[in-house]
């Protein structure tokens, strides 16, 4: 069991915790990605395509926490972009498609861009691209190549919703709405006056603490940021304090996570489209609630 803190401990490391890394580090995140768009402007095989070369994940959602600042970037190419289903004969690219941007040639190509521009590249990941940090110039980034995702959905504004998707180097695919996590963020972030960026900081932070004493197993940071977008915005509003707004917002987590019904099959992630817990995740309601308890008794909230 992790260690305990006092009343006064919390305190301080909450509002320690409750601010985003500071103005040097941004600087440093914001040279990493303006690296990696030279990097692609500049190589030629990727002239005269539609590509967007932008970060995602706790960076630009301005949740990542200090120790976990490194920056992930997706290279998106944007046509053919990639569908499935009937659709994908009409709009996207078609299984039996022959053109040049197979799934291997878009790897390649942004490996050797990242090459010639960062001169190391750590090529063995399952889906990404890792560069090293330069220390005290830029921290280590992970780049993802991807494909533009599209589903059709009656439902969705414009019939679509429009997304990325990566295919690994074991053959699996990983769709994901970098774009509608970061609008739903700042959506909710500002209907709780600013509080529910805080506490995904803080159980980031938490998190760390619990992993590195071995408390719990190393999750992904991503994962603090879903559980804690499916507290109600009125658990967050309903108290005075943020150490009352951290100290609800795992109560309501753990209720959802050990209540009737399958609530917690209910919990999606922050792009409203993704179900936090199922097939092809990293993690398990079991890695959940061993967080949500480690966290509870570290913070030393009461019954």
Known sequence: MARQLTYDQRIALINKWKSPPGASEQLRLERAERMVKEAVARHEPFQGFDITVASKGSYPNNTNVRGDSDVDIMVKLNDPFHTEGLAAWWFGQQPRYTGPWTQRKLRQEVEDALTNHFGSVDTDHNLALYVPEVVGSRPS?????????????????????VGSVVYGRNGKRVI???EFQLANGRTKNANTKY??????????????????EGVITALPSYFSECLIYNVPDHVMLGVDSLDEVVRESLREVYRQLTGAWFSSQRMVEPNGIKKVFGEGQKWT????????????YYLNYEG
């Not at 992970?142 to 439902?155: G, L, T």
């Not at 509080?195 to 590195?212: C, G, I, M, P, W």
């Open 141 to 161: 980034i992970d780049v993802v190549p991807c494909f533009k995702w599209v589903a059709y959905d009656s439902m969705a504004p414009g019939g679509e919703y």
């Open 176 to 178: 994901n709405w970098p």
């Open 195 to 212: 509080r529910y960026k805080f506490a995904v900081r803080v159980l980031k932070n938490v998190e760390n603490v619990l992993a590195s």
């Open 285 to 296: 309601e079991k890695d959940a609630r061993e967080l949500i308890e480690g966290a509870w």
